[in-house]
C-alpha cells in the first residue's frame, strides 16, 4: 500500500504495526477502523474518546484528504 504525500506522517504502514495495515502513526489503530466507526454514524468526540491515541489533527488530515480525493474523483474540484 502507498500512503498518500498528503497522509505521510499521519498514516503509516509498517508489517510491525498490525500486520502493516495502514494505521495512524504513533498507535495500532487502523485506518480501516476509523473509516468504519465514521460510517456507522460514531462521532468524531466519541470516536476520540475510544481511540485517545489518535489526534484530532490525524483524524481532520484523513478527512481533510478524503475530501479533496472525493471532488477530484467526482469532477468537482475546479481548483487543482
Do not use: C, Y
Amino acid at each position: 500500500m502507498t500512503i498518500p504525500k498528503e497522509l505521510d506522517g499521519v498514516i503509516a504502514s509498517d508489517p510491525e504495526v498490525m500486520s502493516g495495515a495502514p494505521s495512524f502513526v504513533g498507535t495500532r489503530v487502523p485506518l480501516w477502523v476509523f473509516l468504519d466507526h465514521l460510517e456507522s454514524g460514531v462521532s468524531l468526540s466519541d470516536f476520540h474518546e475510544s481511540f485517545p491515541r489518535v489526534t484530532s489533527e490525524q483524524t481532520a488530515a484523513v478527512l481533510s484528504w478524503l475530501a479533496k480525493a472525493s471532488r477530484q474523483l467526482i469532477n468537482l474540484d475546479t481548483a487543482s
